[in-house]
């Protein structure tokens, strides 16, 4: 997918038509957990920070990455993310199957919790 380096709303728009739905609903969940994070495009994907980024998503051919920009997170919660694809940085949310938008939301205040600690 071509990406626009506008805004999330470009973004999402320019997403095929029947990602849009999930695109949307992951904003929603990651907004909804880290409310006053600043949204932008970063790495050609929406991302989000406080004072440095946090966490991201996109979309790809066959599922929608979120990446907690930790090297070391998805490791540290293996056993919570196994039902997931997942790589040093990344988990693969498949498109086949609803968002698990609880699970995100708890990725994202840890992240929030990570992020201020540091």
Known sequence: MKSPKSNVDA???AAPK??????KQMRAAITQAAPNATEYIGYGMPAYKYERPFIGFAA????IGLYPMSGSFVAAHKKELEAYSTSKG????SLDKPLPLALVKRIVKLRVKETKQS
Do not use: G, P
């Open 11 to 13: 973004y999402i728009a």
């Open 18 to 23: 029947e990602v849009r739905t999930k695109l």
């Open 90 to 93: 990344a988990i693969q949310l």
């Open 60 to 63: 790809t051919k066959n599922h």
